[in-house]
């Protein structure tokens, strides 16, 4: 579907989120996984994380509804029934890469399937260390299906992660869970730390480098939670709202891990008018209020180790990047081709369009120039942080620009384009 917009001068008045979709999957896995019931407020309204709870239901998991409230009935450990289907992680990555690190540790087969951008994306950098962790597990040219046989005793491992990844830590760490000796995770480069928080693992730091312990000690219990809103969705808000002239928005209860926080902080060195006020915790998650003003944005060096992140803000950040005084470049991303999209070509490509001076490098890309041709046809190549970055870009420009493929909104924010109107104006 296409979407032509016509330019937001203004924007004004308050924001929540639905509850951030790392977060939500992974409420909803301890949930399962814990023998009893958990409650979850604010669950995300995603795509993403209905693919998760579907094939808990194929698990054999009970979810119902209270108000909106929704509460799990948890299998425990070894509780869930052999799927009769295959399971289809549909889009999300993060399903599919956790789901692996609990079904190798089962005593029953499964096969995980995905939509064709999942079925694209790499399964070698999960399926190397649960493969270590003595998991059977088997795919086709390191792409899905993933098969997964009920095999031999699971065996700890300490694993230092080849790549900057939250899905694959998270992956050995639930499969570590049914181990009774530790296993270890060691991350270069600090990644969103929700499993970490969520289970309360205990964490030691060896020479920078951060070194995270699963074990059964730590297997989850059934809990209530309440989850912060998604700080992902609500950086399209704060990057329009910061663009717009004479604009000011309040966003509310939205999550400020610092771990996926990144962009806010350079946003702000940016010269962005972004205030944190209000501060509290949700199982161990930190959570407050933002309040964002039009502001003058300058460019600045983004520095490598804020990379893992703000990995999923770049096409957001690279929008921000257009209208700042000076180039925007950033580097040492290659990840963002491993994404829903090659984001660094989706981006590349309809940055392009407005006919700005754009360098494409294998990790990264560079913006210089101005806006020569305002009226483009951005496409979102299914990818949903794509179809709202340019539709923010969209909104900035007007002059009947346009964005092909908008209905993949949905995979993290089905409510995006209402909450454009209600603060339009
Ligand atoms: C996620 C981790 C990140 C992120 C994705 C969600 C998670 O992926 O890009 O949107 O919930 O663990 P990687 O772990 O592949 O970097």
Redesign the pocket.
């Known amino acids: 579907m296409k979407k032509l917009f016509s330019k937001i001068k203004s924007v004004k008045g308050e924001l929540s989120f639905a509850g951030d ?3 939500s ?2 409420a909803i896995f301890f949930s399962s996984m814990s023998k009893g019931k958990s409650r979850i407020q604010n669950l995300s309204l995603s795509e993403d994380v209905k693919s998760t709870k579907k094939i808990f239901e194929q698990l054999g998991v009970k979810f119902s509804y209270h108000n909106s409230e929704l509460i799990i009935e948890g299998k425990g450990k070894t509780g869930f029934n052999a799927p009769k289907n295959f399971l289809d992680c549909g889009n999300s ?2 399903t599919v ?2 789901l692996s690190g609990l079904l190798i540790a089962q005593n029953f087969s499964s096969t995980l399937i995905g939509d064709e951008s999942l079925s694209k994306r790499p399964m070698q ?1 999960v399926i190397e260390p649960l493969q270590l962790m003595c998991g059977k597990i088997e795919s086709t040219n390191s792409n899905l299906p993933l098969t997964i046989f009920p095999g031999n005793k699971l065996k700890n491992i300490e694993y230092t992660l080849p ?8 992956a050995v760490l639930i499969a570590g869970l049914h181990i009774q000796d530790d296993t270890k995770v060691i991350e270069k480069f600090i ?2 730390d ?2 970490e928080r969520m289970l309360a693992l205990p964490i030691e730091n060896r020479d920078n480098h951060k070194i995270i312990l699963s074990s059964e000690k730590y297997y989850p219990e059934p809990k209530d939670y309440f989850i912060p809103g998604d700080v ?1 969705s609500s950086a399209f808000f704060i990057v329009l709202t910061l663009l717009s002239e004479n604009s000011v928005v309040l966003i509310r209860d939205v999550s400020l891990n610092p771990t996926r926080t990144g962009f806010i902080e350079i946003l702000k060195h940016m010269n962005a008018k972004i205030l944190i006020d209000n501060v509290r915790y949700s199982s161990n998650e930190p959570y407050g209020d933002i309040l964002v003003k039009s502001s003058d944005l300058k460019n600045i060096v983004i520095e490598n180790d804020i990379i ?1 992140n703000i ?2 803000e770049i096409p957001i950040l690279s929008v921000a990047g257009v209208f700042a005084e000076g180039s925007f470049e950033i580097r040492n991303c290659k ?1 963002l081709r ?2 829903e999209s090659d984001r660094i070509k989706s981006i590349c490509e309809n940055l392009k369009m407005l006919g700005l001076e754009v360098q494409e490098y294998d990790d990264g890309f560079s913006i210089d120039g101005e806006i020569k041709n305002a009226s483009a046809t951005f496409n979102s190549f299914g990818d949903h942080r794509i179809a709202m970055a340019f539709s923010v870009l969209a909104m900035l420009v007007g002059n009947n620009s346009s964005v092909e493929g908008i209905e993949c909104v949905s995979i ?1 924010n089905p409510k995006f384009f209402e909450q454009v109107e209600s603060i339009n104006g």
Do not use: M
């Not at 790549?163 to 998270?170: E, L, N």
């Open positions: 979709k790392s977060i999957h992974r990555g993060t890469r956790l950098r790549v900057a990844s939250a899905q694959v830590k998270s990644t969103r929700h499993t992902s893992p990995i999923d990840e491993y994404k993290s």
